[in-house]
């Protein structure tokens, strides 16, 4: 039993890699959540997990019948693993992205509307962090005023290890785009709104790999607000969200850095560190006055920590998903908008892509 007196919630973690392991700690220091099995071909010594091991997710279904499950094996077999979790009637946290492809997340999307009971979260794990439901709320309560435009980073030298212990972080469906950018775009997605239109240049040359290295986006959103975001799994910088919080040990913290400039016809906004840069009530609210600085309040919480703790009320059908199916689909379908922007050279309309995407998934 927990403190408030609800039984733990029993959780399976599939997938023991770099995602996985961390979802292994956070399961084993939260308090209403027991982990019951882990699921990875790939690992033959489960002791130091402290629970039984599988080598696949049908059997421990079967023999351990968990209350949840949290999914963090390849992207590619992401939406087959949720579905198969779904029909056993568990509840489910998806590690992003929701699949490796728009067209396989439609599927997913389709069974969690066709099942009543589907209790189903998506991993963007950084919406639950309190800079940014801050910053949200600044946003769209018009402290910054009128929004005309963002610019984003996240820029820092993966070790080669990452790519040669995990073969499947150099194929397609991989790549700084859907392992890293999509968390970025999701997050402006959250604060500002749907992207209208989108174009990217991309790059290989630093790694050579077939998946991008580097990559550089231009946005309009639908309100008129214009952005822009650059990011490279090859180069060194202090500039990101994993370096701008203290997310996982993973990623030494670098303080007071930031990975996003929003910028309003009242006052700009960085973020996280949650820095407002305005003019004061007593002078003239233009470029001769001087800015005032202040820092808005955000209790320090991680973010993953918040996410398990959402999850284990989803998972207890308390709530319902802060990041559904659905909107991570439509943030998957911008990471392909921008995909297809970067090898074509094209302007891509966001909503008409999707849509497009759609019927070719339904056809």
């Not at 629970?51 to 077999?77: H, K, Q, S, W, Y």
């Not at 946005?219 to 997310?247: I, K, M, N, Y």
């Not at 009320?313 to 998957?332: C, I, K, N, Q, W």
Request: hydrophobic residues 45%; aromatic residues 6%.
């Amino acid at each position: 039993m927990t403190v408030s007196g609800q039984p733990a919630v029993r959780i399976a973690v599939i997938g023991a890699g770099f995602m996985g392991r961390q979802h292994i700690e956070f399961v084993h220091a939260a308090a209403g959540a027991r982990l019951v099995a882990v699921v990875d071909p790939a690992v033959t010594d489960g002791e130091a997990f402290g629970c039984p091991l599988f080598d696949g997710t049908a059997a421990m279904l079967e023999a351990v019948r968990p209350d949840a499950v949290i999914i963090a094996n390849p992207n590619r077999v992401h939406v087959d693993t949720a579905i198969e979790c779904l029909g056993a009637g568990v509840a489910v946290l998806l590690e992003k992205p929701i699949a490796s492809t728009f067209g396989d997340s439609r599927r997913l999307v389709r069974e969690v509307a066709r099942r009543a009971d589907a209790r189903l979260l998506v991993g963007h794990h950084r919406r639950h962090h309190p800079a940014i439901a801050r910053a949200r709320v600044a946003v769209r309560e018009g402290e910054l005023g009128q929004i005309v435009a963002v610019s984003g980073m996240w820029s820092a030298r993966k070790d080669d290890a990452y790519f040669s212990d995990l073969p499947w972080h150099r194929e397609p469906g991989a790549g700084v785009m859907l392992i890293n950018v999509v968390h970025d775009l999701d997050l402006l997605r959250h604060l500002l709104g749907e992207v209208a239109q989108i174009q990217a240049m991309k790059s290989h040359h630093a790694r050579g790999l077939a998946v991008e290295d580097t990559i550089s986006l231009s946005l309009r959103f639908d309100s008129g607000a214009v952005g822009s975001f650059l990011a490279s799994d090859a180069g060194v910088s202090p500039w990101g969200w994993d370096q701008a919080t203290e997310e996982t040990a993973a990623f030494p913290y670098v303080p007071d850095e930031i990975a996003y400039r929003v910028v309003g016809t009242r006052a700009g906004l960085s973020v996280p560190n949650l820095a407002m840069y305005g003019y004061h009530p007593s002078v003239a609210a233009d470029w001769h006055s001087p800015l005032s600085r202040t820092y808005l309040a955000a209790p320090p919480r991680g973010s993953f920590q918040a996410q398990l703790d959402h999850f284990l009320d989803v998972a207890r059908g308390d709530a319902p998903p802060l990041v559904s199916a659905e909107d991570a689909s439509r943030t998957l379908a911008l990471v392909e908008a921008a995909t297809w922007a970067a090898q074509t050279g094209e302007t891509v309309d966001v909503e008409r892509f999707r849509v497009d995407a759609i019927r070719a998934a339904d056809s």
